[in-house]
């Protein structure tokens, strides 16, 4: 039988990543993303440089944080996280409305349970 443990988002992310800033970078991009899919419908095909266009940055930086979000949540679709577990708990909060970094604090100390062998 496999054992359920509940680990932070930043835990899980910090883990994979050995940094702190790519972590971050994770968390930004599963939020900044998820935003702009919902605002744009589901049926929409977002390609990174979209994202990067739409969240002004650069196109390079976007890749960055697309693998940063692959580098720390490898198994986790970004949309899934962000609906299931991120845009929930954020609505709910008075975070909803801070700059990105903040959201992206307030989304590490979310837990999410995971599957161990």
Sequence with gaps: ????????????AYARSKSATVALNALRFAIEYG????GLGDDAEVRIEDYADH???SRAHGFRRQQAYRKCFPNQDALDL????????????SFDTEP??????????LSITLSEP
């Design 1 to 12: 039988m496999k054992k359920r443990q509940a680990k932070h988002l930043f835990s899980l």
């Design 35 to 38: 935003r702009m899919v919902d």
């Design 55 to 57: 969240v002004g940055i």
């Design 82 to 93: 962000w609906r299931r577990v991120i845009e929930p708990a954020l609505s709910k909060s």
């Design 100 to 109: 990105l970094t903040a959201q992206a604090v307030f989304a590490g100390t």
